[in-house]
């Protein structure tokens, strides 16, 4: 087997700036310890999300010459319609700025007080906007995804008899959808199975309940079945995506992420009545149905980078660079979710700083000191995320806690890695001078974008 190299070459570069650790302490205090809030010139290598921060290839700049402006009946638009009618078959494609607008205007619609909105896992946006109606955003994931040691090929799986039994308990009429998160990004990036999404799919039919996919790592959720599941081994991806999509009756998509564009978003759906409603809501927020909220020349964008994604030399190579930094930590001894997923490495934290408890936020003590010991940014996903108060005002944690290093698309080379591998190994190896962290500021909802943090002694 030879070494998978990167599939592209660099014509264009954007330099990084180094900074020094007495620089970097002062710099995360003044940020409130909370790395959302830190200057981006700041950091060296930044893994705070694989969203919208890929790097865009010449294809995709020539196609931001040639945007089609206009207002109504743009031809980009055109082009976007049938690259994500090629790849997803729904017969209505509704373009957004990005993942959560698709998601507002969605559950603006179909949620409510009273209603329930099933998921392997909801990311936090879409979690925040099913709440924001009033609705119940209910998480299903399957027992092994649940511990980050265990290896199993399909983490993201749904937990298809507790679905069922949920659906039975709320009434199916309360449930207007049930949702799958490809790959599933707060359980670690793990794919899900196609025979999980046929499944989920049987017990939606057997209710009548649509079924959408939150498809923003559709791609690499494609590849993974390619190489983990019986019989797709010598199917395209393109194809293997086709039949994902194929049991869905619709999708949100935030293009930032498997559409390697720096902004965008789409929503799609087989339902007429349902497309009226949202084309209509869409106009009252985003913007006329043929630009949503993007210019032409992003609508041109998408499109190319849509064709660009099921590209197997591609998706071999991102899976593998994935792979390759999750493997040289657990080599180091450092705790991530195994195996590593697709977007992003998942550090455990809960084994990482076993002494450090849930309300003491050992995820940000992580984030902070990989911050401080080597100028990278990461991102908490545990209970400063997630997390939420009791009646009594004691915080609820979710069950995992994680720091997630997402690898940017396209972005950083083998070396920029091996140094992320230097600076986490180092950081583990002085785990015993880490300390917790205490709120001093939050906002009602999301509130680890905004968030003040103290370090305590
Ligand atoms: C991310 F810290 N993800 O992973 P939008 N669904 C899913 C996503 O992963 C997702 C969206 C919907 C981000 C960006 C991000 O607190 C955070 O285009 C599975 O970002 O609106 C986004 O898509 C929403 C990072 C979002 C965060 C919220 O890094």
Same mark, same amino acid.
């Given at each position: 087997m030879k070494t998978i190299i990167e599939p592209f070459r660099i014509k264009s570069v954007e330099p990084i700036r180094f900074t020094t650790r007495e620089e970097r302490l002062k710099l995360i205090e003044i940020a409130g310890y909370n790395p959302f809030l830190l200057h981006a010139d700041d950091v060296l290598i930044d893994l705070l999300t694989d969203s919208g921060t890929s790097a865009m290839s010449s294809k995709q700049w020539a196609g931001i010459m040639d945007g089609d402006e206009?207002?109504?009946? #743009?031809? #980009?638009?055109?082009?976007?319609?049938d690259a994500v009618k090629k790849i997803t078959g729904f017969s209505y494609i509704i373009p957004t700025h990005q993942g959560r607008a698709s998601e507002k205007i969605l559950f603006s619609i179909i949620g409510g007080p009273g209603k329930y909105i099933p998921n392997n896992t909801h990311f936090d946006t879409t979690r925040a906007n099913v709440e924001f109606t009033g609705a119940v955003a209910e998480d299903f994931l399957?027992?092994? &995804?649940?511990?980050?040691?265990?290896?199993?090929?399909?983490?993201?799986?749904?937990?298809? =008899?507790?679905?069922?039994?949920?659906?039975?308990?709320?009434?199916?009429?309360?449930?207007? /959808?049930?949702?799958?998160? *490809?790959?599933?990004?707060?359980? &670690?990036?793990?794919?899900v199975s196609m025979q999980n999404i046929r499944e989920v799919k049987d017990v939606c039919v057997k209710y009548g309940i649509p079924l959408f996919l939150?498809?923003?790592?559709? /791609?690499?959720?494609?590849?993974?079945?390619?190489?983990?599941?019986?019989?797709?081994?010598?199917?395209? %991806?393109?194809? *293997?995506?086709?039949?994902?999509? #194929?049991? /869905?009756?619709?999708?949100?998509?935030?293009?930032?992420?498997?559409?390697?564009?720096?902004?965008?978003g789409f929503l799609a759906m087989n339902d007429e009545q349902l497309a009226v409603n949202c084309r209509n809501l869409l106009i009252v927020t985003e913007g006329f149905p043929t630009y949503g909220g993007l210019a032409g020349r992003d609508l041109e964008a998408v499109a190319q980078g849509l064709e660009e994604i099921v590209d197997e030399h591609y998706l071999q190579y991102r899976i593998r660079s994935t792979e390759y930094l999750g493997e040289k930590l657990s080599a180091a001894g450092v705790p991530i979710i195994e195996p590593p997923g697709g977007h992003a490495i998942y550090i455990d934290a809960k084994r990482f700083l076993p002494d450090i408890p849930p309300d003491k936020y050992p995820g940000q003590s992580i984030a902070c000191a990989l911050y401080i010991e080597g100028g990278i940014r990461s991102v908490e996903i545990?209970? %400063?995320?997630?997390?939420?108060?009791? #009646?009594?005002?004691?915080? *609820?944690?979710? =069950?995992?806690?994680?720091?997630?290093?997402?690898?940017?698309?396209? %972005?950083?080379?083998?070396?920029?890695?091996?140094? %992320?591998?230097? *600076?986490?190994?180092?950081?583990y190896r002085n785990r015993s001078s880490l300390k917790g962290y205490r709120i001093v500021y939050e906002a009602p909802v999301l509130r680890h974008f905004t968030a003040r943090f103290e370090m305590m002694e």
């Open positions: 206009s207002y109504a009946g #743009s031809k #980009s638009f055109y082009r976007f319609e399957t027992e092994t &995804g649940k511990h980050p040691e265990i290896r199993a090929d399909f983490k993201g799986n749904m937990d298809v =008899p507790a679905l069922e039994k949920f659906i039975i308990e709320k009434g199916k009429e309360n449930i207007p /959808a049930c949702m799958i998160t *490809i790959t599933n990004n707060s359980g &670690g990036g793990q794919p939150d498809a923003c790592r559709f /791609a690499e959720n494609a590849y993974f079945i390619k190489k983990r599941e019986k019989g797709y081994q010598d199917k395209p %991806v393109l194809e *293997i995506a086709q039949e994902m999509f #194929s049991y /869905a009756d619709g999708a949100t998509m935030s293009a930032k992420k498997d559409a390697l564009v720096n902004i965008g545990g209970s %400063v995320m997630f997390g939420k108060y009791d #009646s009594k005002g004691k915080l *609820i944690s979710p =069950p995992m806690e994680l720091v997630r290093l997402a690898i940017p698309r396209r %972005v950083y080379t083998q070396s920029h890695i091996d140094y %992320v591998l230097e *600076i986490v190994t180092e950081v």
